[in-house]
């Protein structure tokens, strides 16, 4: 199987990523930020570095459904190509800071790509509130981070609910962020587990 954690930035995708991976023994798979050579001049110059930056990401994350596609153990994954393409990627065209023809290259390019892979058996979408999110963001203590404007979490929470809403089309698990501690609170966390596992193997 393939799960996928998805939600913006500083919702706990990582955090929740690894707990689940642990609790089932699923591997884990992670989004490449560290390793990302454009992410702190994209957030210096969102215009120069933007298509760069996007590109960078669809590429890692193509990668890595290739490999998922040949496994025979299930793997969860800490953000997916579709929100890539369908929120980030979206948002930065919405600012200007893609042009029309980067716009086409990169939506060819992901076409291309999905005539090869296939949506995960189940995404998980961690909904969190501006509020929550700069909180998660402030606290983890990322320098590059710190830089982003609420504006900007804001339009991605916008685009985050389109996105579940009117243009994903695999199953959708949501989870209100707001409120929970999962990271802390065991109950918390077996509230998500029990979700799991009646939706995917009909447990209760």
């Known amino acids: 199987m ?18 689940l991976a642990r ?20 957030y210096n110059d969102l215009h ?40 980030f990627m979206e948002n930065n065209k919405a600012m200007g800071n893609l042009s029309q023809r980067d716009y086409e290259t990169y939506m060819e390019l992901f076409d291309q790509m999905m005539s090869v892979v296939h949506v995960p058996d ?24 710190q830089q982003i404007q609420l504006e900007y979490l804001e339009n991605l929470n916008r685009r985050y609910e389109d996105f579940i809403q009117n243009k994903y089309t695999g199953k959708v698990m949501i989870i209100e962020k707001d409120g929970l501690d999962f990271q802390h609170n065991t109950k918390d966390f077996a509230k998500i587990v029990d979700r799991i596992d009646q939706t995917l193997f009909g447990l209760f």
């Open 122 to 145: 189940l995404m998980i979408y961690l909904r969190a509130s501006v509020a929550h999110l700069v909180g998660n963001i402030q606290k983890r203590g990322r320098g590059y981070e």
């Open 2 to 19: 393939h799960i996928v954690i998805s939600g913006n930035i500083g919702s706990g995708k990582s955090t929740l990523t690894a707990m």
């Open 23 to 42: 609790h089932y023994g699923w591997e884990a798979r992670y989004e490449s930020v560290a390793e990302n050579p454009y992410l702190e001049d994209y």
């Open 48 to 87: 120069r570095w933007a298509f760069n930056l996007e590109v960078f990401f669809l590429k890692e994350r193509f990668r890595d459904l290739l490999d998922i596609s040949k496994a025979s153990h299930t793997i969860i994954q800490d953000r997916s190509i579709f929100e890539g393409v369908y929120v």
